[in-house]
């Protein structure tokens, strides 16, 4: 057998395999954040073997990742590699497979290259696959045991992002399925559409185990390097969600203060007595709520391209999305309460009080598009606006209530960058699972942000509280979700 890798310290490879049409071409895309080799819905995609750089450091040791032509006819494959030290078995390999079936020939080539020169093979297969309906797996399995290297077996296809316990069961029963395969060292989730970048951490930390002892001090300087980078992408997203956040707590539109006629016509526009006139307090609501809307759709852009993914933000999707995600509050109409303050004129006169009359409305993130959340006219005022008096009129920031729907909707959003693999093509905006927004909710409540102080802060103050505060909820939740943090 000639020399492996092993006898090249500085040089680890890595081996992406699989059955054909599984996806690793979309997973290798995914690892290296960029685009490479070909993808299509098609068996046979990829003919050659080709190598990538996962990571290089100062020492000039280097991570190389190989793609490789997928498996086609497995269980032959298996039988013909075990002839090949015979002559007739050498002869069918290296010529006449060679011009009778190409790729059967092309599959053969590739594992003579793997077999001498990979450290670690990752497996890439299809987590719905039934074993019993896919023959090839135990045949391949046998192919990797002929090349007497490690294996980590990747899940793939498993569909949208699983809550802790879903994923769980799936792990247990494929590492249940490969427990008689000695070369079999771990069992991984590695979506190439649905990962996420922590995931891909326990996959370094799997590979750094599989690797031999001499392999070991290459391989942790190489492992940093892809640490630091990742980390360094996490960074430059705390910043730029805390820069949005930021933005929103200073945010602040002035209306001129409404006159007792402005405020009657308004109060009897939601009782439904007729149809009121615009007033200035509604221009307020509008102009704060699109400006809002435009940040968040500029936040999402940047988080893409800053994530090494493709395309842009759609407004209309993201927001109707958004619509489901956040709740500020729920109204309930009580026609007693709206007569009591109709009544109240000098309470009218402050300049707040109809604003909290209501009429069923559910306050979304989604109505900010188009300036609809103007038409409520006031209706939950004092829940998603703060109002004081200036001598210009009446100032609108928003309150601490709504800050914490547009902090979920910042973390939803930055989960769901996170987990879209580079594979998968142009950002989709989607919907979040339910399961993180159960987790985003329950992080923000165990440490919540006081937003009231952080006005009272410096702009540069702000956003280093706003990052680490981000930056803890995010630990705590990733720490839940995968039982790793940053």
Not at 27 to 39: F, S, Y
Not at 106 to 123: E, F, G, K, M, W
Not at 436 to 464: F, M, Y
Request: aromatic share 8%; proline share 3%; with cysteine.
């Amino acid at each position: 057998m000639p020399p492996t890798s092993s006898d090249d310290h500085f040089r680890i490879h890595l081996s992406l395999i699989s059955h054909t049409n599984i996806g690793k071409t979309t997973l290798a895309r995914t690892l290296l954040m960029k685009d490479v080799g070909a993808v299509a819905d098609r068996a046979h995609v990829t003919e050659t073997t080709d190598d990538y750089l996962l990571a290089r450091d100062n020492a000039g040791g280097e991570l190389i990742l190989w793609d490789t032509p997928g498996f086609g006819d497995s269980v032959r494959l298996a039988k013909r590699l075990s002839q090949r030290e015979k002559p007739l078995g050498w002869f069918l390999t290296e010529v006449w497979d060679r011009f009778a079936n190409k790729t059967f020939w092309l599959n053969q080539q590739a594992l003579r290259h793997i077999r001498d020169t990979s450290d670690v093979i990752l497996y890439l297969i299809n987590a719905n696959a039934k074993p019993e309906d896919a023959r090839y797996l135990e045949a391949e399995l046998k192919i990797f045991s002929w090349m007497d290297k490690p294996v980590l077996v990747l899940l793939n296809q498993l569909g949208e992002p699983k809550s802790q316990k879903e994923e769980a069961e799936i792990i247990a029963f494929w590492t249940q399925h490969f427990s008689h395969h000695e070369v079999v060292k771990a069992v991984l989730p590695l979506d190439a559409f649905a990962r996420c970048w922590i995931q891909e951490r326990a996959l370094f930390e799997a590979i750094g185990k599989a690797l031999p002892a001499n392999l070991q001090p290459s391989y942790s300087s190489l492992s940093d390097v892809w640490i630091r980078a990742r980390r360094a992408i996490y960074q430059r997203s705390l910043d730029m969600m805390a820069d949005h956040l930021s933005l929103l707590t200073e945010s602040a539109q002035t209306a001129q203060a409404p006159t007792l006629k402005e405020h009657l016509v308004q109060f009897g526009t939601q009782l439904g007595l007729f149809k009121g006139e615009s007033v200035s307090l509604e221009d307020a609501q509008t102009a704060l709520s699109t400006q809002a809307a435009d940040q968040f759709c500029a936040l999402t852009d940047r988080l893409i391209k800053g994530n090494h993914l493709k395309g842009s933000s759609v407004s209309r999707v993201i927001m109707k999305r958004m619509k489901t995600d956040w709740n500020v509050a729920t109204y309930s109409f009580d026609v007693g309460s709206a007569a009591a303050i109709g009544a109240g004129v000098g309470a009218l006169g402050s300049g707040i009080a109809a604003d909290i009359a209501t009429g069923g409305l559910t306050l979304g993130l989604g109505t900010l598009v188009g300036g609809i959340i103007g038409a409520i006219g006031g209706a939950g005022f004092a829940s998603a606006y703060n109002a004081r008096h200036t001598k210009e009129g009446v100032e609108l920031t928003w309150s601490a209530e709504a800050l914490n729907g547009f902090l979920l909707e910042t973390l939803l959003l930055y989960l769901a960058v996170s987990h879209f693999g580079r594979g998968r093509g142009e950002w989709k905006g989607a919907e979040s699972p339910e399961f993180w927004k159960t987790e985003v909710e329950e992080a923000i409540k165990a440490q919540p942000i006081d937003w009231d102080a952080l006005r009272t802060t410096n702009q540069d103050e702000t956003k280093a509280r706003l990052t680490q505060s981000l930056d803890e909820l995010l630990r705590r939740i990733f720490q839940d979700l995968y039982g790793m943090t940053p």
